[in-house]
Each structure stands twice: as C-alpha cells, then as structure tokens.
C-alpha cells in the first residue's frame, strides 16, 4: 500500500475544515479521514448535514489529547479576543 503524504500545513488550512482539507492536512484516506470526523468526541460542527466541517483549532486541541471541556474553555478564549 502506498503512503499518503500530508500536502497542506495547518497554517494553510480554511478556518473551517472538512475531510478533504483533514486528509490533505494529515495525509490520510478519504474512509479514514471520515472514520475520524464520525469518531465520538471529534469536534465536528454540528448542523452542517452531509457536509462534515471542523473548526480547525478544535481538531487540532483534539488531537493534542485535550478534553472537550478544556477545548470549549480554550475556544471561547480565543473567540473573545477576536471581539
């Protein structure tokens, strides 16, 4: 089986991902990357139907192991200072 290689570094990432961006970002397949985005816990917006989106920050908190509550504190943070 061929590697895949990341194509696109996380600074180049949208703001708002989805599993195309997510597999370019980590170099996965189409049926991991939507293994990932349908795990339980994965910080995947809700509402946003058929279209699997991802704030990138989010992900990126997830996969540094940290909990969602801590995530959701950090976000939060974040957003204000953008205010």
């Known amino acids: ?3 895949k290689k ?3 570094n996380y600074e180049d990432l ?4 989805g599993i195309e961006d997510y597999m370019e970002w980590r170099g996965v ?3 991991t990357a939507r293994n990932i ?3 339980k816990g994965f910080p ?3 509402g946003t139907g058929v279209k699997q989106l991802a704030d990138k920050r989010a992900v990126l908190l997830h996969e540094l192991g940290l909990p969602q509550e801590q995530i959701q504190i950090i976000l939060i943070e ?3 200072k953008l205010v």
């Open 44 to 46: 995947r917006l809700q």
């Open 29 to 31: 397949g189409d049926a």
């Open 6 to 8: 990341p194509t696109k």
């Open 78 to 80: 974040l957003g204000k």
């Open 1 to 3: 089986m061929k590697e």
């Open 37 to 39: 985005f349908n795990s």
């Open 14 to 17: 949208p703001d708002t991902i």
